[in-house]
């Protein structure tokens, strides 16, 4: 239905940047929502940008100031840009979208399979 592939992570040292890349394809009727979660060793997943159809967005406090989301709604494609990066930023970073494959079906979550970002001197 909806397929989610990431791109963009690897190893930065810190006070670094890395833009992360995340396109959706296959059958899309409708995207709303689109962010990204990230999931570090031994910890739960948690929220760190989202950006809604209408174009706002929501950051986690401890990236307010340093990471950027944003969407290219012609190619389905969310986009987060981390400056300023820390160890404790170290985790795989997930995006996922909110869509509707087609109008009668409901709106669900999708999935990226995960990038590694590693934040190290």
């Known amino acids: 239905q909806v397929q989610l592939v990431e791109s963009g992570g690897g190893l930065v040292q810190p006070e670094g940047s890395l833009r992360l890349s995340c396109a959706a394809s296959?059958?899309?009727?409708?995207?709303?929502?689109m962010g990204w979660y990230r999931q570090a060793p031994g910890k739960q997943r948690e929220l760190v940008a989202l950006i809604s159809s209408g174009v706002t967005t929501d950051y986690a406090d401890f990236v307010k100031g340093r990471f950027t989301i944003s969407r290219d709604n012609l190619r389905n494609t969310v986009i987060l840009q981390m400056n300023s990066l820390k160890p404790d930023d170290t985790a795989v970073y997930y995006c996922?979208?909110?869509?509707?494959?087609?109008?009668?079906?409901?709106?669900?979550?999708?999935w990226g399979q995960g990038t590694q970002v590693t934040v190290s001197s």
């Open positions: 996922y979208v909110a869509a509707q494959y087609r109008s009668t079906s409901p709106t669900l979550m999708y």
């Open positions: 296959g059958s899309i009727f409708r995207i709303d929502a």
